[in-house]
């Protein structure tokens, strides 16, 4: 719980300085390439622990195929959960289904969206998969905890190969796990920029 | 995507170097430490930063927010089921 209020608080203090303008320009512009520089750093962090820990590449033999099952878990799971969005709004089922299969991807799907379909569907693909890796970032000390290791890569989808894998390598503390989300990540960020248009094509 | 698997892999040669002194580790611990809630700091300056970004959830949020619950918890379900599905049958296999 205070893992999850400390991360939610350093994101709110970020977002109103930047709302506000209290930084220097410099860092307000550049917020991007700190994101970027800072994300190589804490890659190659968890890459030296990951290394550190001998028995991983041990145990990742083990795990074989099934980790292809995390990733076709999300896909799987985003899939069915929009679906019930076209009986709450006016979407169709496949707007829907174009609009989750972003992933948490937020920028390449809201302007996958704003291209193939709508600039609206695409602000609203933008702005639910922002939603999405926030509520990722503060739920995953909780399913860390309460559900299990492999259950922590879920809500994360295609960020997990990025922004919220230094998260999950912090609170599950297992290195396999950190090597399977990575893994998660990049196999549906590939798959971001086919599953888009496929769904708004099929309208 | 190259560039991270790049560092990412730097850092486990390097991890796993024999060489590498027990210090290196340490600092690397705190810099993990450092570099997320910097990330996350970052995180929220480039949600801010972004034009009309209240205006817009003012007009689509709720929509917005329903999409992320829903695909969210979709995932969740999903994986939580597929990871007990696995732990029962390495448990099954633990004990033959």
């Not at chain 1, 550049?30 to 991983?56: H, M, P, Q, T, W």
């Amino acid at each position: 719980m205070i893992a999850t209020l400390f991360i939610l608080v350093t994101v709110f203090i970020g977002f109103f300085c930047g709302l506000l303008k209290l930084l220097p320009h410099k860092l307000l512009v550049d917020a991007d390439k700190f994101i970027e520089y800072g994300l190589y750093i804490l890659l190659f962090g968890i890459g030296v622990d990951i290394g550190k820990n001998k028995a991983v590449f041990k145990n990742l033999k083990k795990i074989g195929l099934s980790i292809f099952f995390v990733p076709l878990g999300v896909i799987a799971g985003t899939l069915a959960g929009s679906l019930f969005l076209p009986l709450l709004t006016p979407l169709k089922w496949n707007e829907a289904m174009a609009v989750a299969s972003g992933f948490g991807w937020y920028s390449l799907s809201g302007i996958l969206l704003t291209k193939f379909h709508s600039p609206q569907l695409g602000a609203i693909a933008f702005l639910s998969n922002i939603m999405r890796e926030l509520i990722t970032l503060v739920s995953i000390p909780f399913f860390a905890k309460y559900c299990g290791p492999l259950t922590t890569i879920a809500p994360g989808g295609a960020t997990t190969m990025d922004t919220t894998l230094p998260i999950i390598a912090k609170y599950t503390d297992n290195r396999e796990i950190t090597l399977i989300a990575f893994f998660n990540g990049i196999m549906l960020s590939a798959l971001v920029p086919i599953f888009v248009p496929f769904f708004v094509g099929l309208g | 995507m190259v560039l991270l698997l790049s560092f990412l892999l730097l850092g486990i040669l390097v991890g796993a170097f024999p060489g590498t002194p027990q210090r290196f580790y340490n600092f690397s611990t705190k810099i993990l430490n450092i570099g997320l809630f910097g990330l996350l700091f970052f995180m929220g300056v480039r949600l801010g930063t972004y034009p009309n970004i209240l205006k817009q959830v003012k007009i689509i949020g709720s929509v917005a927010f329903l999409f992320a619950c829903f695909t969210l918890v979709g995932s969740v379900v999903v994986v939580w089921i597929i990871e007990k599905i696995l732990s029962r049958n390495s448990r099954k296999a633990a004990n033959k």
